[in-house]
């Protein structure tokens, strides 16, 4: 079996994650999800459709409803947007350079 790097696996935004195996899985709809999670359904549709990012608040209802841990949804919502960025073009330099002055 061949050896996958990281950047060449699947990432999903968590919204759409949340949609396939939750939602879709159960067949509960973003109404009825709105509905339990205490969001309106627009919130609910511009996060199973990518547009929003998990923040802790939204984390922490995904652990109550889905029972799956907030540090989860924080987690695939950090890799998520380090995938996104992996191309970005930052300038920095390393702090240790203050110490040979």
């Not at 009825?32 to 969001?39: E, F, T, V």
């Amino acid at each position: 079996m061949a050896l996958v790097r990281s950047n060449e696996l699947c990432v999903k935004h968590p919204g759409i994650i949340f949609a396939e195996r939750i939602l879709e899985r159960h067949k509960i709809s973003q109404t009825d999800a709105a509905k339990y999670l205490h969001m309106s359904r627009k919130q609910v549709s511009l996060f199973t459709n990518g547009r929003v990012p998990v923040s802790v608040s939204l984390a922490k209802k995904l652990e109550i409803s889905t029972g799956i841990s907030a540090g989860f949804w924080l987690n695939v919502q950090k890799y998520y947007d380090l995938h996104i960025a992996r191309n970005e073009v930052v300038e920095a330099e390393p702090l240790y350079a203050l110490r040979c002055r």
